[in-house]
């Protein structure tokens, strides 16, 4: 944040570390293995409306849209109010891809509730070459926004011999630089 300027989101998976990860992240990620964790979402939920803290809450594996809205209602009966849903895939591939892009999930969420629905095209893929086409079907379903992954254009796929983290999915910096362009031009 110091460096960048940029709000940092970081996951919490423990409801014992929702104040010890609450003093670094701007916005507390509960991920989509810990969407139905009522301990953690209460947890996560009382932190954020005493630190005015944001949550992105990622969907589950295979959600129901009632399990995603009960998921939200969880954090803001806590007091929460900066609560963002984003869909992240489901957990039915073929194969070719991660998980399964649920765009049309999105247009669902967005009919069901006032909160900002974001897609998540880089951990829905797993692979940088469908990064912006999937982007592209999350905004036609009328997604708020987009997760997307960005490593340097540099980016070595090992550093120190340690396999960089979602390497696969992630678009290079100036290749998310002309998408992004291309987006705004279509606006």
């Given at each position: 944040?110091?460096?960048?300027?940029?709000?940092?989101?970081?996951?919490?998976?423990?409801?014992?570390?929702?104040?010890?990860?609450?003093?670094?992240?701007?916005?507390?990620?509960?991920?989509?293995?810990?969407?139905?964790?009522?301990?953690?979402?209460?947890?996560?939920?009382?932190?954020?409306?005493?630190?005015?803290?944001?949550?992105?809450?990622?969907?589950?594996?295979?959600?129901?849209?009632?399990?995603?809205?009960?998921?939200?209602?969880?954090?803001?009966?806590?007091?929460?109010?900066?609560?963002?849903?984003?869909?992240?895939?489901?957990?039915?591939?073929?194969?070719?891809?991660?998980?399964?892009?649920?765009?049309?999930?999105?247009?669902?969420?967005?009919?069901?509730?006032?909160l900002p629905i974001i897609g998540d095209p880089s951990h829905s893929t797993?692979?940088?070459?469908?990064?912006?086409?999937?982007?592209?079907?999350?905004?036609?379903?009328?997604?708020?926004?987009?997760l997307i992954d960005v490593i340097r254009d540099d980016e070595p796929d090992?550093?120190?011999?340690?396999?960089?983290?979602?390497?696969?999915?992630?678009?290079?910096?100036?290749?998310?630089?002309?998408?992004?362009?291309?987006?705004?031009?279509?606006k």
């Open positions: 944040r110091e460096l960048t300027g940029l709000p940092i989101v970081t996951e919490v998976m423990d409801p014992r570390l929702v104040e010890l990860v609450g003093q670094y992240a701007d916005v507390l990620q509960i991920g989509a293995r810990n969407m139905q964790n009522f301990p953690l979402l209460r947890e996560v939920g009382k932190y954020a409306a005493q630190h005015n803290k944001g949550i992105l809450l990622k969907t589950g594996l295979m959600p129901k849209l009632k399990e995603v809205l009960c998921a939200a209602e969880y954090l803001a009966h806590e007091g929460a109010e900066k609560i963002i849903i984003c869909e992240r895939g489901i957990s039915l591939t073929t194969g070719d891809t991660r998980n399964t892009p649920h765009p049309s999930f999105v247009r669902e969420l967005r009919q069901a509730t006032f797993g692979d940088r070459e469908l990064v912006e086409h999937t982007s592209d079907m999350y905004l036609a379903a009328k997604a708020n926004g987009l090992v550093i120190d011999g340690h396999p960089v983290c979602d390497y696969k999915q992630g678009l290079p910096a100036s290749r998310f630089k002309a998408y992004l362009k291309s987006l705004r031009k279509e």
